[in-house]
């Protein structure tokens, strides 16, 4: 990832993450303004004033650190007004910023936010199943710490919150600002600890109801990176800062050991009938992947100019593409096909529509509008997406490539026995071969975005393979 900041060099980066070993109010103040989506911070608390408490059953000194003094109220509320101006500064108009604290920091936190422009949208409770006793049994044991959600106190900012999963994983209710887990456990200390390491738990659940994948998530004292491992895990993408050297190298080895389960973008290729829609709905649906089926969306349009009655020709075709709107929508497994608004999913599969199908997907005005549309599908990864030239042409990043084929008879005899499936009895094995290789060199031959293999695609033959063979090679293709 890269991330450019005026007279900062990154301390490390990889993929999806970048830290810099820096002082937060200086970098801050050279990061280029409403550059990200999404704040989570975990400022010092000012505990450090040499008292005791208990960890793992032991009194210890409550001095985490040089970093953790301050002298006074004042200058507590300074120093926390301070770098939310600056974070108000870097964050995007409909961006937000999570803070966490305890009733140490929390109300000076608050009131910073307020003062600096920002509205409070949540006060979450984060109640600790497992706190540290009290040692000196003269207050009830502390078992909670909050963390404040805001917004820019704009009318035209607009949020980000991811209800419906919120909700889901409250087993169907709306999910309340009580969270209750337990402290960081021992395996998220593998790579050394943080005194106020949070669970990463905690930081999914922030992330997935406040930012969209792709996002971009900043953590102005970043300790332990808790923050950029849920940001991998998720990918979104992650910048930290942290001005103590011992804890950014425990950021980056933490980083180095998360495993990215970044979404890929598969690209499937292939003449008609090789078997793609069919193996690429299955092996989306095993990665938990869309399945996109372009060559719908060409029927679609193929269909459309079919409704018009008329002779056609290239002016038809441009004029019926116009201002199509072609919606595909993955329900039950099966994909439904939207044209202006009606579902013509089976309608596009009937031979008529076969057979002028090439003559619409040949006229560049027509692949134009299709292959935006493509793209745009494509952009946030997890997608499969088959057709003639994805690899080539509309999707040439992407990070599988697969070119599906099989012999003329095999392809002959899949369509045959779909169309008999279908109820057409007056069905002719060869007319459907000739139809086929008719359609393999229309395809092949016109001179935008023509069926070929790229060069970087990996060649998969499923002549007198089975469906289920097919999807595990696809599958171990995409690992
Ligand atoms: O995969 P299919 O048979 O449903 O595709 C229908 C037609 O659409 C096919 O003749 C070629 C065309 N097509 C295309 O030109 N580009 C694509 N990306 C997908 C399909």
Same mark, same amino acid.
């Given at each position: ?21 820096? #002082? ?21 608390? $000012?505990?450090?004033? #040499? ?27 300074? $120093? @926390? ?10 964050? /995007?108009?409909?961006?937000?910023? =999570? ?61 980000? $919150? ?16 009580? =969270? ?23 930081? /999914? ?19 332990? &990176? ?30 180095? @050991? ?50 018009? @009655? ?67 599908? &494509? ?49 002719? $094995? ?50």
């Amino acid at each position: 990832m890269t991330f450019e900041v005026e007279s900062f060099e990154p301390y490390f980066s990889d993929e999806n993450s970048i830290l810099f070993l820096a #002082d937060t109010f200086e970098l801050l103040d050279k990061m280029p303004g409403e550059s990200v989506d999404m704040i989570f911070a975990d400022p010092p608390y $000012f505990l450090s004033n #040499d008292g005791i408490s208990c960890s793992g059953g032991k009194a210890v000194s409550v001095n985490k650190g040089d970093w953790d003094k301050i002298n006074s109220t004042e200058a507590k509320h300074n $120093f @926390n007004r301070q770098w939310i101006r600056l974070a108000k500064k870097v964050l /995007k108009p409909n961006g937000t910023i =999570w803070i966490s604290g305890t009733l140490h920091n929390i109300y000076s936190v608050g009131m910073a936010l307020e003062q600096e422009g920002f509205k409070i949208l949540n006060n979450i409770t984060w109640q600790k199943t497992n706190p540290p006793p009290n040692l000196s049994c003269r207050y009830f044991t502390h078992s909670t710490e909050t963390i404040l959600w805001a917004r820019k106190n704009l009318k035209s900012a607009k949020h980000y $919150f991811n209800y419906e999963l919120m909700k889901e994983l409250n087993d169907g209710k709306q999910m309340k600002d009580v =969270w209750t887990g337990s402290l960081t456990s021992a395996n998220e200390k593998t790579f050394g600890k943080h005194p106020t390491q949070k669970p990463l738990y905690l930081l /999914k659940r922030i992330i997935l109801a406040s930012t969209r994948e792709g996002d971009i998530v900043l953590d102005p004292f970043c300790g332990s &990176a808790t923050t950029g491992a849920a940001c991998k895990l998720l990918n979104r993408k992650f910048i930290g800062v942290d001005n103590n050297l011992e804890f950014i190298n425990l950021s980056k080895r933490r980083l180095e @050991n998360v495993k990215m389960n970044r979404k890929k973008i598969v690209a499937i290729d292939g003449p008609a009938g090789a078997g793609k829609s069919t193996t690429a709905k299955i092996a989306a649906e095993k990665l938990g992947y869309t399945y996109i089926d372009t060559g719908a969306m060409y029927r679609a349009a193929a269909w459309k100019v079919l409704q018009k @009655n008329k002779p056609i020709n290239e002016n038809l075709i441009i004029e019926t593409a116009k201002d199509i709107d072609v919606d595909l929508q993955y329900v039950d497994g099966v994909t439904k096909v939207f044209v202006d608004g009606q579902e013509i999913t089976s309608e596009i599969r009937t031979p008529e529509v076969s057979h002028i199908v090439p003559e619409v997907a040949k006229i560049g005005f027509v692949r134009e509008k299709l292959t935006e549309l493509q793209r745009k599908m &494509a952009a946030r990864g997890g997608v499969l997406m088959d057709g003639r030239d994805i690899a080539t042409h509309v999707l040439p990043n992407a990070d599988v490539k697969i070119f599906l084929t099989a012999s003329i008879d095999e392809r002959a005899k899949r369509r045959f026995d779909e169309l008999k499936s279908k109820g057409y009895t007056t069905l002719n $094995f060869d007319e459907i071969k000739n139809e086929i290789a008719l359609r393999d060199k229309q395809d092949m031959e016109r001179e935008i975005a023509p069926l070929i293999q790229a060069e970087d695609a990996t060649l998969l033959d499923t002549t007198g393979k089975s469906i289920d063979e097919v999807v595990n090679e696809i599958l171990n293709l995409c690992k």
